[in-house]
């Protein structure tokens, strides 16, 4: 069962458009929302994340949405570059537990 | 500025065969995680350690063990290896529980 529901699976933007990844989630024990970005042959890196307390969080072209009620946020990435294709992981953790549970992953490929 | 190391980087095991996946993190976190990444499945939790001495299973321990004797070590061993172990292994460290998580650049194993 799939804690963490993430799509698109795949998403092809050109240079300069918006990206956004999308994330859905059912337990509301969940209270910390990360986004991590990970290229080839590397491990994930934390790229921002998220408490339920705000509803947006921004830094630089990165902004996360997060509505409560819906159980859902997304990852929107503006003026996207080719430095910016990757594979972005959204998870989320409980505010009780150890442990994160990952979505499946959006790869993104941003074309010049 | 280590932060999560893991060896080997890459290995091929026969069938049957055990081995120990190394992860060590300089950062004196007391949270230390092993992930497997298939593809299209995201990052699936194998163990767990909230500190020295202190183990617990994630969602896919079967075929695995691990040990914490150190807060800096947290070696992931396969004892009975099988085609289905062959994945990616990634290793993670936090502060403590809803933390971010610090990934360490995998080992990628195949069982033949």
């Known amino acids: 069962q799939q804690q963490v529901k993430q799509s698109p699976q795949s998403l092809i933007v050109q240079k300069g458009g918006i990206s956004i990844i999308n994330c859905a989630y059912e337990?509301?024990?969940?209270?910390?929302f990360p986004w991590y970005q990970q290229f080839p042959g590397k491990g994930p890196a934390l790229l921002i994340a998220i408490r339920p307390d705000v509803s947006e969080k921004k830094e630089g072209r990165f902004t996360i949405s997060f509505n409560k009620s819906a159980k859902q946020f997304s990852l929107h990435i503006m003026d996207s570059q080719p430095g910016d294709s990757a594979t972005y992981f959204c998870a989320a953790s409980p505010v009780t537990g150890n442990q994160f549970y990952f979505g499946t992953g959006t790869s993104l490929t941003v074309i010049p | 500025n280590a932060g999560v190391t893991q060896t080997p980087k890459f290995r091929i095991l026969k069938i049957g065969q055990s081995m120990t996946l190394q992860c060590t993190q300089d950062?004196?976190?007391?949270?230390m995680y092993w992930y497997r990444q298939d593809p299209g499945m995201g990052l699936k939790l194998i163990y767990y350690?909230?500190?020295?001495?202190?183990?617990d299973k994630g969602e896919v321990p079967n075929g695995y063990n691990v040990s914490r004797s150190t807060t800096e070590d947290f070696p992931l061993r396969l004892e009975l290896a099988a085609p289905s172990q062959t994945s990616v292994y990634f290793c993670a460290s936090s502060p403590r529980a809803g933390q971010p998580q610090h990934f360490g650049d995998g080992t990628r194993l195949s069982i033949l």
């Open positions: 337990n509301t024990a969940f209270d910390y």
């Open positions: 950062m004196n976190h007391n949270y």
């Open positions: 350690s909230v500190g020295a001495g202190i183990t």
